[in-house]
C-alpha cells in the first residue's frame, strides 16, 4: 500500500537537545510538506519541498531545519533554538497542484 | 492574521439529520479550497475538494458550497452518522503557487450522537 509513514509515533525529549523527525512517502509525489498542530489551533506550515534538494521556509520556521536530499524521503529536524516544540507534527505530500496533500499519522513530540 | 477561519468550535447533529459545517476566508487569491476530516492522534483524511470555477461539488453523503462574492464555504453531510464524529478543517490554497501549500481553518468538533 502506498503511503506516509512517520516515525515514531511519539517521541520525548530533554529541553536544549535537537531531535530529527522521520517522513518517508512511497506515493511517487514531488512535493512534500511539514505542518504542526496546536490544540485548539488549524495546521501550520513550518517547511515544504516542491523537489529535490529544493525547499521553502512555510509560516513558522523558526527553530526547525529539514533536508531534501531523496524524493521519498523530508525529515525534519527540531532544534534547541525552536521556543515551544512540544506539539503534534505532521508530514504530508501531493502530487500536484489542486490536488489533495496526503498526510502521515503524525508524531507526538514532547520536550521536557 | 488567521485567512481561513472556522468560527464553531463544535457541533452536535442527531444521527441521520443534516451536519452543515463553516468556513470563512479573506484571502480573495485563493482558488482551491478542501475539506479534511481528522480523529485523535491520526493524520488529517482527505474528504471534498472545490475549485473557485466552482460553486458545489458532491460526493456521496458530503456536498461543499462555495459562495466567493461572501467568501464562504460550507461542508453539507446527510445523512449524519456516528463514525462521522470528529475535527473537520477547511483549507485553501492561493491560485498561483505551483505547488498544495495550504491554510488551514482552526476546525470544527462534529458529534453525531445515535
Known amino acids: 500500500d502506498g503511503g506516509i509513514t512517520q516515525s515514531p509515533k511519539y517521541l520525548f525529549r530533554k529541553e536544549g537537545q535537537n531531535v530529527t523527525l522521520s517522513c518517508e512517502q512511497n506515493?511517487?509525489?514531488?512535493?512534500m510538506y511539514w505542518y504542526r498542530q496546536d490544540p485548539g489551533q488549524g495546521l501550520r506550515l513550518i517547511y515544504y519541498?516542491?523537489?529535490?534538494?529544493?525547499?521553502q521556509k512555510g509560516d513558522i520556521a523558526e527553530g526547525y531545519s529539514v533536508s531534501r536530499e531523496k524524493k521519498e524521503s523530508f525529515p525534519l529536524t527540531v532544534t534547541s533554538a525552536q521556543k515551544n516544540p512540544t506539539a503534534f507534527y505532521l508530514c504530508?505530500?501531493?502530487?500536484?497542484?489542486?490536488?489533495?496533500?496526503?498526510f502521515g499519522n503524525g508524531t507526538r513530540l514532547t520536550v521536557t | 492574521d488567521q485567512q481561513v477561519k472556522q468560527n464553531s468550535p463544535s457541533l452536535s447533529v442527531q444521527e441521520g439529520r443534516i451536519s452543515i459545517l463553516n468556513c470563512d476566508y479573506t484571502?480573495?487569491?485563493?482558488?482551491?479550497f478542501l475539506w479534511y476530516k481528522k480523529y485523535p492522534a491520526e493524520g488529517p483524511t482527505f474528504l471534498i475538494s472545490?475549485?473557485?470555477?466552482?460553486d458545489k461539488n458532491e460526493d456521496g453523503r458530503f456536498t461543499v458550497f462555495l459562495n466567493k462574492s461572501a467568501k464562504h464555504l460550507s461542508l453539507h453531510i446527510v445523512p449524519s452518522q456516528p463514525g462521522d464524529s470528529a475535527v473537520y478543517f477547511c483549507?485553501?490554497?492561493?491560485?498561483?503557487?505551483?505547488?498544495?501549500?495550504?491554510?488551514f481553518g482552526q476546525g470544527t468538533i462534529l458529534t453525531v450522537h445515535p
Open positions: 504530508a505530500s501531493s502530487i500536484r497542484r489542486n490536488s489533495p496533500l496526503h
Open positions: 506515493l511517487n509525489h514531488d512535493a
Open positions: 519541498s516542491q523537489i529535490v534538494n529544493d525547499f
Open positions: 484571502n480573495s487569491m485563493f482558488d482551491y
Open positions: 472545490i475549485s473557485s470555477i466552482k
Open positions: 483549507a485553501a490554497q492561493r491560485g498561483g503557487t505551483s505547488y498544495g501549500k495550504l491554510t
